[in-house]
DNA sequence: ATGGTCGGCAACCGA
């Protein structure tokens, strides 16, 4: 029995609806775990993706910013959202599923996106980038306290962080940009540490091969220059791991037609 | 060293 569990931060599932569902026709991931969705749960285009079969719909969402949401084909039995550094913000939701969902039964799913943290890497200057730190922080102390990965668990979603050398296009030249920075890197280790997640991706891609889920869009030729960054990531629990088969990363969809700057990663379990 | 682009939503904020 198989299972595939996609994420992609979307910038905005209203005006990029179309391509979610192009996705799901061309990939039929079991599960995608949307982000920045910048969209209130009374406009979330459901209907658009029930129609595909992806009937069992989970959202937390808000009017412009942020937004996270979760589609599945396979029926959960319980949902939940979380709040990290205080703030009620919509950058989690999880969703657990049951006998019924056959190859996902006893699978909990968490779907986080974290602050991406403003342009200065100091805290004291920056409040975004504070946010983030204390952000990151929590989730370690979640990890550490709830164990989320004890079980049968996946986590995946945009954590703004690219924590490791070949998850940029530059090392040095990234020291000090934000989302490569030593503190967050740090911190992000220590958040997968705290519960013992297992790093999908870079099992099934080692370094020092380069893995990038982000092009920016202010890149004249995305492609040409590939700057890009491994901001979005899979964790599972150590019980999971051996069933990991692929990890998916969605390149071709960077250049469809009005594009989000993330594109899909998709993992594929036995 | 700098500025470069998006989306939401209606002047900038967040990314």
Known sequence: MSLAVATWNINSVRLRSGLVQRFLEETRPDVLCLQETKCPDDQFPATDFKKLGY??????????????????????????????????????????????????KGITVHNFYVPAGGDVPDPEANEKFAHKLQFL???????????????????????????LENDVWSHKQMLDVVSHTPIECEKLAAA???ADWVDAIRTLKPEPERV??????????????NRGR?????????????????????RAARGWERPSDHVPVTVRFK
């Open 192 to 194: 997968i540490q705290s």
């Open 230 to 250: 491994r901001l979005d990531h899979v964790w599972v629990s150590r019980e999971l791991a051996p069933g990991l088969a692929a990890i998916d990363i969605h």
């Open 212 to 225: 990038f889920t982000w092009w920016s869009y202010r890149a004249a030729d995305w492609e040409a220059s």
């Open 55 to 104: 009937g069992h719909i989970a959202v937390s969402g808000q009017k412009g910013y942020h937004g996270v949401a979760i589609l599945s084909r396979l029926p959960f039995i319980s949902q939940d959202i979380r709040v990290f550094a205080d703030k009620t913000d919509c950058r989690h939701i999880s969703v657990t599923f049951g006998a019924e969902a056959r190859a996902a």
């Open 137 to 163: 922080d929590d989730m370690r102390a979640w990890g550490a306290s709830d164990q989320p990965a004890s079980g049968k668990a996946i986590l995946v979603g945009d954590l703004n962080v690219a924590p």
